[in-house]
Every structure is written in C-alpha cells, then in structure tokens.
C-alpha cells in the first residue's frame, strides 16, 4: 500500500517565523512531487512543484526534497494570517504521470 | 471562463434522483480528473481520462458513471447515491506529458449531499 503521511496539526506559528511543513512518501519510485493548499470550503491550489533532490525557492515559499530518505518539505517565510490553510503534499505513483497519491494534509495557523 | 469551472457548485439529491456533474477545463490539457474529497480523508481519486480515454479506474461504484465526449469537458453521472456519498467532488486537469505535465489544476468542486 502506497502512502504519503503528514501531520495533521494543526501546526500553530506566529506571524512573521518560519512555518515548517513536512511529508513522508513510500514508494521509491516516485519522481514527481507537490505542495498544494486548501483554503476552508475551497479546492485545492497548487503552490509548489519539486522534480530534483535539494531545494527549491519561489517567492517566500521552499520546498525540499530528500529521495534518499523518502521525504519532501514545505518552508513558508514570513508567515502571514493569509498563509493559514491546509497544506496538501501529493507524490506521483511509479512513473506515472496521472496517479497522484495523497496526504491528508496539515493545518497550519498563522497567529497576527 | 478560465482555468477549470464546474457545475453546479451545489447539489442536494435524494437517493432515487439521477443528476450530472460537469467540468470544463479551459487550460489546453490532455487529461481530466474526477476526485471525491471526505472531511479528514486524503483525496480519492475516482477517475482519469487522457485524450478522451479512461486510463484509471479506481474501484468505484457503478452508481458513479463517467463520461468524457472530448478534451475539454467531463461529466460524473450519478444515481442511485447513498448517503455516504455526499462529499465534495473535484475535477481536476493536467497536461499529461513532460516535465510539469502531473501538475493538476482543480475546479471549484460540487458539493454534494445525499438526503
């Protein structure tokens, strides 16, 4: 059974630090990863995508992706009231490129 | 219209009803998405059709029927439906190819319950 665990939090932060999201994935072969964000009552959004191990930055959001241990993160500097969602890591199953396998998600609170 | 709209953005049925859910995607995509979405569960995905083609199948019940006439558009059928069917259903839509090409980009999702 193929899975992604992630906190379900809620992770509380205060404005203007760091939030830290993390995720864990099983299946080795994985090669496509995700960050998307979920507003209360709203659909998903896309935020981040990462391909390669090491870092990615845009904007004041990092994602990092270690596959040797099987794990991807979310950084969000700056945390603003605004960031308070819950975050959804997905992993793509093997090689394809329609199967997504989903965490439950965390819900993070950015408190002013 | 941009990105992928769906109607209606709420539904209530009773379990004898047939109703349909639609989705458009206005993205250019090849692949089209139909997940179901339960408090405090991970997104289910229920369907995938590429280029009109159903390439995923995910066990779920005859009561649910897709339909795809080509691209751009994707329908869920539904009759029959038990209470725990009542959910939110997202579509969903990907490029399907290349790098980036699993990037899927949601609708609004329908609300749906079942009386």
């Known amino acids: 059974q193929k899975e992604v665990e992630q906190n379900s939090g809620p992770l509380s932060v205060p404005e ?7 995720c864990t994935y099983s299946d080795r072969v994985s090669q496509s990863f995700f960050w ?6 709203k659909s998903p959004e896309l935020i981040m995508s990462i391909y390669s191990n090491g ?12 596959k040797a241990s099987q794990y991807v993160s979310l950084l969000i500097r700056d945390s603003q009231p605004s960031d308070s969602a819950t975050y959804l890591c997905a992993v793509n199953i093997g090689n394809s490129n329609y199967q997504l396998i989903w965490g439950a998600g965390t819900k993070l609170i950015i408190k002013p | 219209e941009t990105g992928v709209t769906q109607t209606p953005r709420h539904l209530v049925m009773g379990m004898t009803n047939k109703k349909s859910l639609k ?6 995509h090849n692949a089209m998405y139909w997940y179901k979405q339960s408090a405090k569960k991970p997104l289910e995905l229920m369907f995938v059709y590429s ?11 005859s009561r649910f029927s897709p339909e795809c ?3 751009s558009h994707l329908f869920l059928h539904l009759h029959t439906l038990q209470p725990e069917d009542s959910a939110l259903y997202l579509c969903a839509s990907s ?11 949601f609708g ?6 079942v009386t």
């Open chain 1, 36 to 41: 998307y964000r979920q507003y209360s009552g």
């Open chain 2, 51 to 61: 280029l009109e083609e159903r390439v995923e199948n995910n066990s779920v019940p």
């Open chain 2, 23 to 28: 989705c458009e995607q206005h993205l250019g």
């Open chain 1, 55 to 66: 870092d990615k930055e845009d904007g004041r959001f990092t994602a990092q992706l270690n």
């Open chain 2, 95 to 105: 490029s399907g190819y290349g790098t980036g090409g699993g990037e899927q980009y």
């Open chain 2, 108 to 113: 609004p999702g329908t609300r749906l319950t």
């Open chain 1, 16 to 22: 203007g630090a760091i939030a830290s999201l993390n």
């Open chain 2, 69 to 71: 006439p080509n691209s």
